[in-house]
């Protein structure tokens, strides 16, 4: 079964940056998919960040693309998220994401399956 911890969340001033962790057990992160999710109160959950199977390739939708970088360290099984020029729209939990399978779709969110137990990132004005 596929676990996922994150961790690196808290308190940042507009502006800052913040990394976020995403250790994996039960799948190497190597062999699948990863995504990072955010939830917004009373908004719907997003995909910010998805990196391919193979590592080549990374999603990012406009909101965040050139402030936020995913990335994973295969050694460690380890997936981050890179976060610079937060900004207050930028709050929310933070859900690192795994596809049943290979996760071949990996900018479609309705890909992944396994869920960490999120993160809280607020950004203050």
């Known amino acids: 079964q596929v676990q996922l911890v994150e961790s690196g969340g808290g308190l940042v001033q507009a502006g800052g940056s913040l990394r976020l962790s995403c250790a994996a057990s039960?799948?190497?992160?190597?062999?699948?998919?990863m995504g990072w999710f955010r939830q917004a109160p009373g908004k719907e959950r997003e995909l910010v960040a998805a990196?391919?199977?193979?590592?080549?390739?990374?999603y990012y939708p406009d909101s965040v693309k050139g402030r936020f970088a995913i990335s994973r360290d295969n050694a460690k099984n380890t997936v981050y998220l890179q976060m610079n020029s937060l900004k207050p729209g930028d709050t929310g939990v933070y859900y690192c994401?795994?596809?049943?399978?290979?996760?071949?779709?990996?900018?479609?969110?309705?890909?992944?399956?396994?869920w960490g137990q999120g993160t809280q990132v607020t950004v203050s004005s």
């Open positions: 039960g799948r190497a992160v190597m062999t699948s998919a």
């Open positions: 990196i391919h199977w193979t590592g080549v390739s990374t």
């Open positions: 994401a795994a596809p049943k399978d290979i996760g071949k779709n990996y900018a479609n969110p309705t890909t992944y399956e396994y």
